[in-house]
C-alpha cells in the first residue's frame, strides 16, 4: 500500500510571495488533515476534510492560508502572501474512515519544508 | 481546552536498558491518547493508541504505554531500548466528548539510546 505522498519536499521562498503544497493521501482514505510543524513543537491541526468537504479550519489563518480537496482525493494548502512566521514544516496525514476519524490512527507524508526568507 | 505536557525535551538511555518517556495530559472528558514517532525527514508514524478497555496497551516495534486515569498520564515504557529506537517521540490527546474535537500534540521528546 503506498503511503501518504507530498511534493515538494522543500521549498525557499521570499516574504510576500505565494507557495502552494500538494497532498495525495492513502487510495480510499476518506478524512484528510493537514499540520503546521514549527521547530522544537508537535504538529498543530490548521484544516481537516472528510470526502471534500471541512470539518475543521478553526486553527487556519484564513486572511492568507486557503485549502482545498477537490473530488475528495489528493488536496493542496496555499499560502499568500507568506511570513517568516510560516517557516515550518507542512505534513498531510490521511486516516480511513471518516465516521471513525476520532479514534483512528492517522497516516502522515514525509512533509514540505517551507523556508520564508 | 486539550492539552499535552511531554515534561523532558531529552531522554538519553544505555542500549538494552528499559526506557520511559512521560506524557501527561488534560481534557474535560475523558481521553483518546496516542503516541508516534517521527525518524529525521520522515513523517510522524503511529505506535499505538489507548481508546478503551485495558490501561496497558502494548504497540509496534515492543513498545507499550499505560493509561493511568488519576495521575492523567500515558507514558510510553518498552522494557529493552535499541539504538534503532532514537527519534522524536509524540503524544497525542484527543477529547471523547461528542462533535469534532481535533488531535493535540505534545511538542515532543526525543529519545537518544546509546550503544
Known amino acids: 500500500e503506498a503511503g501518504v505522498a507530498q511534493s515538494p519536499r522543500y521549498k525557499i521562498i521570499e516574504k510576500r510571495q505565494s507557495v502552494a503544497f500538494w497532498c495525495n493521501p492513502i487510495s480510499g482514505h476518506a478524512t484528510l488533515y493537514w499540520y503546521q510543524q514549527i521547530l522544537g513543537q508537535g504538529p498543530k491541526l490548521l484544516i481537516q476534510f472528510q470526502n471534500n468537504g471541512v470539518v475543521d479550519d478553526s486553527q487556519l489563518p484564513k486572511d492568507r492560508f486557503s485549502a482545498e480537496r477537490l473530488k475528495g482525493v489528493d488536496s493542496t494548502l496555499k499560502i499568500q502572501p507568506a511570513k517568516l512566521e510560516d517557516s515550518a514544516v507542512y505534513l498531510c496525514?490521511?486516516?480511513?474512515?471518516?465516521?471513525?476519524?476520532?479514534?483512528?490512527?492517522?497516516?502522515f507524508g514525509p512533509g514540505t519544508r517551507l523556508t520564508v526568507t | 481546552a486539550q492539552s499535552v505536557a511531554q515534561p523532558e525535551d531529552q531522554v538519553n538511555v544505555a542500549e538494552g536498558n528499559p526506557l520511559t518517556v512521560k506524557c501527561t495530559y488534560s481534557v474535560s472528558g475523558n481521553p483518546y491518547l496516542f503516541w508516534y514517532v517521527q525518524y529525521p525527514n520522515r513523517g510522524l508514524q503511529f505506535l499505538l493508541k489507548?481508546?478503551?478497555?485495558?490501561?496497558l496497551v502494548k504497540g509496534s516495534y515492543g513498545f507499550e504505554a499505560e493509561f493511568n486515569k488519576s495521575q492523567t498520564s500515558f507514558h510510553l515504557k518498552k522494557p529493552s531500548a535499541l539504538v534503532s529506537d532514537s527519534a522524536l517521540y509524540f503524544c497525542?490527546?484527543?477529547?471523547?466528548?461528542?462533535?469534532?474535537?481535533?488531535?493535540?500534540f505534545g511538542k515532543g521528546t526525543r529519545l537518544s539510546v546509546i550503544a
Open positions: 497525542a490527546v484527543r477529547d471523547i466528548r461528542a462533535g469534532n474535537t481535533p488531535l493535540v
Open positions: 489507548y481508546i478503551t478497555g485495558d490501561n
Open positions: 496525514a490521511s486516516s480511513p474512515r471518516g465516521w471513525a476519524q476520532r479514534v483512528d490512527e492517522q497516516y
